[in-house]
């Protein structure tokens, strides 16, 4: 069984988000989607608001699962028994930063790949975190997150 995780702070769950998800999941007997949490960060949303988002987002789809995790991200993966590590890209500076996060992975846990998912043209600007900007100053975030993700802000 291909089991593949795509972790994430996810905070809030955003279109770009959504299109690599779609995107990768037909690679896979399984996609997780972790949340990583990170006890030094103040989220804008709780960790179960996310999964709650999240669920609500893929809905229907049995092969998607969504699950909060702390600790490394390799050591999760291998507790879910994912071979694979699901990453977006949006940009050269994402593909740099992801570059050197993948070839740290690889060598603390060499049988776990990490894949690249380049962002679509039109998904490319788009970030959790210009998106909790504009929600700060009350801007209208509808063009950047799913639907489903709307009524969790």
Not at 53 to 74: K, Q
Request: charge should be neutral; hydrophobic fraction near 40%; include cysteine.
């Amino acid at each position: 069984m291909k089991i593949a995780l795509f972790p994430g702070s996810f905070d809030p769950v955003t279109k770009a988000h959504v299109d690599i998800v779609k995107r990768s999941v037909d690679l896979f007997d399984k996609l997780y989607i972790g949340i990583g949490v990170n006890s030094t960060k103040q989220g804008l949303l709780t960790i179960e608001k996310r999964e709650q988002m999240i669920r609500s987002v893929f809905e229907g789809d049995d092969r998607i699962h969504v699950i909060a995790y702390e600790g490394l991200t390799v050591n999760f993966c291998k507790s879910i028994g994912a071979q694979y590590m699901i990453r977006g890209i949006r940009t050269v500076s994402d593909f740099e930063y992801e570059k050197a996060i993948a070839q740290m992975n690889h060598s603390l846990e060499p049988g776990i790949e990490s894949i690249f998912i380049v962002s679509k043209p039109g998904y490319s600007s788009i970030s959790s975190t210009i998106v909790r900007e504009v929600l700060r100053y009350n801007g209208d975030v509808s063009q950047f997150i799913p639907k489903e993700a709307l009524p969790y802000l």
